[in-house]
């Protein structure tokens, strides 16, 4: 009987969204950090799977329907950035080069560090992509030879790292001014750094979907310069 029921579509579709909305209330009521909806709400599925021993393929059937309108969540975001374009020409340079820097430091530091700790190669085609959204972070590591059930993982570490340690690093280097925080959490923690970013205003999410794009579309074209790297390290 629950074959038949899990084995529905409609299945990993429910259960995705009743776990999000039931972690959503939770955070919205207790506003701690570790209790991030993203976090709660996969943990609560991976608990739910493992304990009544549900195959992952059922679960994906309906929820790679969600999957699938992940590159459309992006676009939504042209609207908060449409809204602040004249502050984004204001800070352009910054903005330009505070993307640089964080693709450039985040894939060169993965791989140097990676190297030094013995990883293997194609771990580390893997993890290279774990600062940029999902769809780009695949296609990249398909051009770089990796797994990309590990780029996968490594994607949500990396989002939900940003998310829970975003408090302790502004305050630490001061980072305070709102265009400054949204290219922070959209350079090196993608959509769920966004999420985040929106909850702190429409400044700091316009300019973390900003970062998005372009901190992706930038790590993507650097492919072939990871590569160099990677082969003479």
């Known amino acids: 009987m629950i ?9 990993g579709i429910l259960l995705t969204l009743i776990l999000y909305s039931l972690s ?18 996969m943990a609560g599925i991976i608990l739910l799977l493992t304990v009544m021993d549900i195959p992952l393929d059922h679960y994906m059937e309906g929820a790679g329907y969600i999957t699938a309108l992940l590159p459309l969540t992006i676009i939504l975001l042209a609207l908060p950035l449409y809204r ?21 430091t985040s894939a060169v530091s993965t791989i140097v560090l990676c190297r030094l700790f013995g990883v293997d190669l194609e771990l580390i085609r893997s993890i290279i992509p774990k600062s940029i959204t999902t769809p780009l972070g695949l296609i990249l590591t398909e051009t770089l030879g990796g797994i990309a059930s590990v780029t996968v993982i490594a994607i ?12 302790p690093v502004f305050r630490l280097f001061r980072i305070k001014h709102p265009v400054a925080q949204g290219v922070a959490f959209g350079t090196t923690s993608h959509a769920i750094g966004t999420a985040k970013a929106l909850e702190l205003g429409e400044v700091t999410g316009a300019m973390s979907g900003l970062a998005i794009v ?5 790590t993507v074209a650097a492919a072939p310069l990871f590569l160099l790297i990677l082969s003479v390290l």
């Open 24 to 41: 959503m209330m939770l955070y919205r009521k207790v506003r701690i950090q570790l209790l991030n909806p993203f976090l709660v709400s």
């Open 156 to 167: 949500v570490i990396t989002g939900l790292t940003g998310v829970l340690l975003y408090g």
């Open 3 to 11: 074959d038949i029921l899990t084995s529905n579509a409609l299945f």
């Open 214 to 218: 372009l901190a992706g579309v930038a």
């Open 84 to 104: 602040q374009l004249p502050l984004l020409k204001e800070h352009r340079v910054a903005v330009l080069a505070g993307i640089a820097a964080g693709t450039t």
